[in-house]
């Protein structure tokens, strides 16, 4: 080959070279751009997600605060009015009440049941057991569910009152427009807040359904 044939190719072939290196710098340098733009976009995101994240922080700690408060009433309720309430109310109506607790709870399998005021007592010399269930607010679907899980299965969690009768009672801080009548017409007890105690509010001739547990089983058979 002729030595400038040679020098030609080699020239050519070295601008070649550096068009190359060039589009791979500037293919490079986009790439960095691109790299830091995301980057940025990442941090701009990751940014505004700790912002929501702390937003989401407080919300739930505002409603945490809420739910406590709302916790702290309802135990409050229980045992500064409910609980001491009963005896005196019901020793008026023919029953004297032995003993009483609070959130009696018994566990069956991987089920439990929790009473939040549990009650025994004698009534015209015969034992009776007071169901109380204690809501914030009282409405019909929440004396529905204290006659199905509650008294509806309180002889399965405690089979040795099967011989005792059972009265059911709900009490509640707020209750809802016309439910007294529907606890009524489920044989319950209603009591609500009147001051520093609990009151009754059946009417005068009210009669409570009593729970047997020949009775309860029966109706599943």
Known sequence: MPENGYFKELKE?????????????????KTDEQFKKTNDEIERLTKKTDKEIEKTDKEIEKVNKMVGNLTDGLGKFVEAIVFPSIPKLFSKQ??????????????????????DIFAMGRENGKDVILVTEVRSNLDRRAIDEFVKDRLGKFFDFFPEYREVNVIGI???????????????KRGLWVLGPSGDMAQIINKKDFKP?????SEVHRRRI
Do not use: C
């Open 13 to 29: 072939r070295l601008d070649q070279i550096a068009t190359e290196i060039y589009e791979l710098k500037e293919s490079q340098k």
């Open 94 to 115: 023919g029953i004297k009440i032995i003993d009483i607790s609070t959130r009696k709870e018994r566990h069956k399998g991987e089920d439990t049941l929790e009473i």
């Open 209 to 213: 359904k009593i729970w047997r547990y």
């Open 170 to 184: 709900v009490a509640g801080i707020r209750l809802e427009g016309g439910v007294e009548n529907y606890a009524e």
